[in-house]
DNA sequence: TCAGGCTAACTGACTAGTCAGTACAAAAGC
DNA sequence: GCTTTTGTACTGACTAGTCAGTTAGCCTGA
């Protein structure tokens, strides 16, 4: 029943994925054919995607291989010719996403410095969970699970997307260095912009993005904590 | 083999769960018997203490019945006698869970204003994760799923949760209130927190906890968007 | 013609949910 | 006082169904 399927149109089926000049950067850049960075294509790439779109919804283990395989347009077989397992088609899923992220962060703070270059952080960071809320809602329920056979490579690859902040935010906010906090304030803007960003489009998903992001910006502002500033420790 | 089972002893083991000062609140107030926030003993009490922590690292559907009857000391039958089904055993969970979530909010708010309010809601939803750290991580993987038979439930207790920290800033913060961006602006604040508090836990729990309060806090505090304050919108 | 890419049918381990039965305590009958 | 009944809480072997992973073979283009 080849009919389910496209006819091997749609090789580089990039939608929604990644932007067309991070792409670029991509595919010009020094990540190489075979690491988990590399675009996938085919029948590999409609699997992720299938994978991608399923999880987002029902979680990994909610997510059968079946139902993938059919989403898809491939027999079950396929997917175990192209992933060893379903451990790891979740496991290069995460890792192509978190890498991609990084990538885009790094792209979106350019040279940029203080102020600015946290602005440009969550503003990418935002449209990336826009362009990709299904990868999102995935990272938001994996990220802190500790039973996984990937958990140390998913690590690693988040602990690169928060550098790109921790650096902008040591940078902008240099006692934060000395005490060894930038991590941790890096995890708290993060967390801002995906939980906020989240709620943006699942629950009100009619506002116009701007509007988010001037949202998230002015929580960050200390508008909240308005008044006397607190006293720098 | 009832020599399994503790001989109905620990029937109100409440370790880890609510402070004592809550759960005087909880029983004085207006909450009757019965309701999702009723809290549950014995028999009941242990299937859902074993079922959070197994689902914190397992997540949901990668929890099993057995594994929980197991941990917990009972028959799988007691399971099914306590609780009508899988789904509904997850779900008084997390209504117990978000529900007691939000009491401890507006109990921690009291009539604050302003900063202080802000800063006593941020402290109680950090001590909260760290004394709870299993439902702080269900949490996060669960309060974007779309696919849940609760999902309803859950979202209208999360919905209460998030109204506390809405109302604390539209009274720092009127402006807030006219753009209707409030209720984004609490996401973004109690994603904020989430995220750095589980930071915290799973990868640097050595570190103490008023400095982890104090890092949230001054990534809300406009030190990282130094410089001028933006235009107000 | 043959190898790489894929398929369809199959397998066995596992899992949610069931059900007949046990334990035991508090009425009810005598 | 003692048996018998009733009700509640719990048990664990069992069933029907599901799912990850396998395998033998088909098809197509080089």
């Given at each position: 029943?080849?009919?389910?399927?496209?006819?091997?149109?749609?090789?580089?089926?990039?939608?929604?994925?990644?932007?067309?000049?991070?792409?670029?950067?991509?595919?010009?850049?020094?990540?190489?054919?075979?690491?988990?960075?590399a675009r996938a294509t085919g029948t590999k790439r409609a699997i992720l995607d299938a994978t991608l779109?399923?999880?987002?919804?029902?979680?990994?283990?909610?997510?059968?291989?079946?139902?993938?395989?059919?989403?898809?347009?491939?027999?079950?077989?396929?997917?175990?010719?192209?992933?060893?397992?379903?451990?790891?088609?979740?496991?290069?899923?995460?890792?192509?996403?978190?890498?991609?992220?990084?990538?885009?962060?790094?792209?979106?703070?350019?040279?940029?410095?203080?102020?600015?270059?946290?602005?440009?952080?969550?503003?990418?960071?935002?449209?990336?969970?826009?362009?990709?809320?299904?990868?999102?809602?995935?990272?938001?329920?994996?990220?802190?699970?500790?039973?996984?056979?990937?958990?140390?490579?998913?690590?690693?690859?988040?602990?690169?997307?928060?550098?790109?902040?921790?650096?902008?935010?040591?940078?902008?906010?240099?006692?934060?260095?000395?005490?060894?906090?930038?991590?941790?304030?890096?995890?708290?803007?993060?967390?801002?912009?995906?939980?906020?960003?989240?709620?943006?489009?699942?629950?009100?998903?009619?506002?116009?993005?701007?509007?988010?992001?001037?949202?998230?910006?002015?929580?960050?502002?200390?508008?909240?904590?308005?008044?006397?500033?607190?006293a720098p420790r």
């Amino acid at each position: 029943m080849t009919g389910l399927r496209e006819p091997s149109t749609g090789a580089i089926d990039s939608r929604l994925w990644v932007s067309g000049a991070v792409l670029a950067l991509l595919l010009v850049g020094s990540i190489a054919k075979g690491t988990p960075m590399a675009r996938a294509t085919g029948t590999k790439r409609a699997i992720l995607d299938a994978t991608l779109e399923l999880a987002a919804t029902k979680g990994i283990s909610g997510t059968t291989m079946d139902e993938v395989a059919e989403r898809a347009g491939v027999a079950k077989g396929s997917l175990y010719y192209n992933f060893s397992s379903k451990d790891r088609l979740f496991e290069e899923l995460l890792l192509e996403g978190v890498g991609a992220l990084a990538e885009i962060l790094r792209a979106a703070r350019g040279d940029l410095r203080g102020r600015a270059a946290i602005e440009a952080l969550v503003g990418a960071l935002l449209d990336r969970i826009a362009s990709n809320p299904a990868l999102a809602k995935l990272m938001a329920s994996e990220i802190f699970r500790t039973d996984r056979t990937w958990q140390k490579s998913l690590f690693a690859l988040r602990h690169e997307a928060l550098t790109v902040f921790a650096e902008a935010i040591a940078e902008a906010k240099p006692e934060s260095r000395d005490h060894g906090t930038c991590g941790l304030m890096a995890s708290s803007v993060f967390g801002a912009v995906l939980m906020a960003g989240l709620e943006w489009l699942v629950f009100e998903p009619e506002r116009p993005r701007d509007e988010v992001a001037a949202a998230i910006l002015d929580s960050l502002s200390g508008g909240l904590l308005g008044g006397d500033r607190p006293a720098p420790r």
